[in-house]
């Protein structure tokens, strides 16, 4: 990749490319990436990752192409960073807040809430990883990198509940938390990425109901 941008005359020279390795040394080259990493998302959603180019990054940064190209190799390099982020800002959005709810029913409740409102606010990156993770492994695992993180919280929910007799013990926690999860995902790519009309807390509800019926959910006494 290098040499090919080096060949049309737009890549990093020799400076540009030992500061790009070094990564930004001032508070300045902090926030000028950071600056580019937000321009390279909002081109993302709008574009999609075939139709961006170096250039609509750079022009919504306010910078030139030789600026971008100090902090980034490609737009594919450039492309993974956002993605990562995207993994971080989902991970740390499913994290319980606040004091834990007294039943087991609300806290399924918030964690279905917790989900929906991450996958909302992100929604359109979301599209464009997915398609991107079809050709490329390493955007595919941060993608189930998101996945993962919310099956393993579930995984161990599940064995707590199971040991206080409130869980079917019966059920694979693992098997069960790749299900559930599906279910939710697919629920919100349906919804928020190809358009069906549903009602937010009538779905939520239905989530929940149908979450703590599949585990056979008792309260405790």
């Known amino acids: 990749m ?5 060949a049309v005359g737009v890549g990093p020279g020799p400076e540009q490319q030992q500061r790009r390795d070094a990564g930004p040394q001032t508070d300045r080259g902090h926030a000028r ?6 321009a390279a998302r909002r081109v993302f959603e709008r574009q ?9 990054i750079a022009e919504e940064a306010g910078v030139s192409q030789g600026t971008f190209y100090t902090y980034f190799d490609s737009k594919e390099a450039v492309f993974q960073a956002v993605a990562t982020e ?13 004091p834990r709810p007294a039943s087991v029913h609300e806290q399924i409740d918030q964690a279905m809430r917790r989900f929906v409102a991450a996958y909302r606010a992100e929604s359109r990156l979301i599209v464009v990883v997915a398609q991107l993770g079809h050709s ?8 189930l990198a998101v996945r993962e993180a919310f099956v393993a919280r579930t995984a161990r929910g599940i064995r707590v509940q199971q040991s ?8 694979d926690p693992w098997l069960a938390s790749e299900v559930l999860g599906s279910m939710v995902d697919h629920t919100c790519w349906v919804w928020l990425n190809l358009g069906k009309d ?5 779905l939520i509800a239905t989530l929940t109901l ?6 056979r959910l008792a309260e405790a006494p």
Do not use: H, N, S
């Open 48 to 56: 999609g990752f075939l139709d961006a180019r170096v250039a609509d």
């Open 198 to 202: 549903f009602e937010e807390e009538a």
């Open 210 to 215: 149908v979450w703590t019926r599949a585990l």
């Open 33 to 38: 990436k950071a600056e580019l990493l937000e």
């Open 136 to 143: 490329t492994p390493e955007i595919a695992e941060l993608r």
């Open 2 to 6: 290098r040499q090919v941008v080096a």
């Open 86 to 98: 995207l993994r971080d800002r989902m991970i740390d959005a499913l994290k319980p807040r606040g």
């Open 164 to 171: 206080q007799g409130l869980v079917d013990p019966d059920l």
